[in-house]
T-cell receptor, first 110, second 113 residues
Framework: TQLLEQSPQFLSIQEGENLTVYCNSS?????LQWYRQEPGEGPVLLVT?????EVKKLKRLTFQFGDARKDSSLHITAAQPGDTGLYLC??????????FGTGTSLTVIP | DAGITQSPRHKVTETGTPVTLRCHQT?????MYWYRQDPGHGLRLIHY???????DKGEVSDGYSVSRSKTEDFLLTLESATSSQTSVYFC????????????FGQGTRLTVV
């Protein structure tokens, strides 16, 4: 059973639009990570959030960790075709075990 | 880029045959992982290793075994492949504990016919 549910599962938008994807769980996490995976490649870490309520920005990407540390969101402003990919949230459990969410597949249409 | 090589990159095999996938790293990282990726499931952990000869099960370990005889190599074996094991398999590595990061290989696409 995967503990991290992501929504939406698929998202297709026009270039220039804004979007938000979500990562939810019933468990409390000490930290949460977001990865992006491009077609044919492995996932690559974008950010780690560790404090409830924390907001981190990476250019046009804004990541937020929920106050209760059970959920997180990723907001992309003015999406570009280069943002296309699979976005995965992940938690790191005791023993350095990485557990990933179900993923959101984003397509940005030029 | 982290030095992680998966082999083979593509394989087609018949139901009931044994299959071994190899992951080789040049980073001397302690932890190694095998994941499978299927639509709608993100990445699911099959097995992981926290040192030479030290391995443990993940979320979806049934039908899979692993071995790690050297720091740099982590093998995933499907003893008797089934069609449900058709998937893309990713190897990952990480080092220190705490706020660490998983580095991934490029994946192996396995088709069981």
């Amino acid at each position: 059973t995967q503990l991290l549910e992501q929504s939406p599962q698929f998202l297709s938008i026009q270039e220039g639009e804004n979007l938000t994807v979500y990562c939810n769980s019933s468990s409390v996490f000490s930290s949460l990570q977001w990865y992006r995976q491009e077609p044919g490649e492995g996932p690559v870490l974008l950010v780690t959030v560790v404090t409830g309520g924390e907001v981190k920005k990476l250019k046009r990407l804004t990541f937020q960790f929920g106050d209760a540390r059970k959920d997180s969101s990723l907001h992309i402003t003015a999406a570009q075709p280069g943002d296309t990919g699979l976005y995965l949230c992940a938690r790191v459990r005791t023993g350095n075990q990485f557990y990933f969410g179900t993923g959101t597949s984003l397509t940005v249409i030029p | 880029d982290a030095g992680i090589t998966q082999s083979p990159r593509h394989k087609v095999t018949e139901t009931g045959t044994p299959v071994t996938l190899r992951c080789h790293q040049t980073e001397n990282h302690r932890y190694m992982y095998w994941y499978r990726q299927d639509p709608g499931h993100g990445l699911r952990l099959i097995h992981y290793s926290y040192g030479v000869k030290d391995t443990d099960k993940g979320e979806v370990s049934d039908g899979y075994s692993v071995s790690r005889s050297k720091t740099e190599d982590f093998l995933l074996t499907l003893e008797s492949a089934t069609s449900s094991q058709t998937s893309v398999y990713f190897c990952a590595i990480s080092d220190r504990t705490g706020y660490t990061e998983a580095f991934f290989g490029q994946g192996t696409r396995l088709t069981v016919v």
